[in-house]
C-alpha cells in the first residue's frame, strides 16, 4: 500500500506542476490563472513530490527507500506524460483525485 501511495503522490505533484507550465497553460486552463493559483499550485506541487518520500521511508529504510523513491517518480511521470498528450485537461484533473486517493490510501494502511 505504502508503494500505491507513493505513487499516487508523485502523479498528483507532477500533475500540479504541469497545469502550470508556461506551455501546458492554454491546454489545462480556458483563462490563464492568476499568480496566486500558480503559486499554490507550484507549492503544492513539489510538496507533494517531497511527501511521495515518506512512505518508501516507512517502507524500507532511507536508502532502498530513496532508490524506489526514484523509480517511484519516473514511473509516475510516464503515467503522467502520455495521456497528457492526448487529454491534457482530464489529466490534470486525475491528478486532484491522485491526492485524494493517496491521502485515502495512506490513512487505511
Do not use: E, H
Request: charged residues 5%; aromatic residues 14%; contains cysteine.
Amino acid at each position: 500500500m505504502y508503494l500505491l501511495s507513493t505513487f499516487l503522490c508523485a502523479y498528483a505533484g507532477f500533475a500540479a506542476l504541469c497545469a502550470i507550465t508556461a506551455r501546458n497553460v492554454p491546454l489545462v486552463w480556458t483563462t490563464p490563472p492568476s499568480r496566486g493559483v500558480v503559486r499554490g499550485l507550484r507549492v503544492a506541487g513539489y510538496f507533494l513530490l517531497a511527501l511521495s518520500w515518506i512512505p518508501c521511508y516507512l517502507q524500507w529504510d532511507v536508502p532502498m527507500g530513496t532508490a524506489a523513491w526514484a523509480m517511484n517518480l519516473a514511473a509516475s511521470g510516464f503515467a503522467l506524460v502520455f495521456p497528457f498528450a492526448y487529454a491534457p485537461k482530464r489529466s490534470v484533473q486525475a491528478g486532484g483525485v491522485a491526492a485524494l486517493l493517496a491521502g485515502l490510501v495512506l490513512l487505511v494502511s
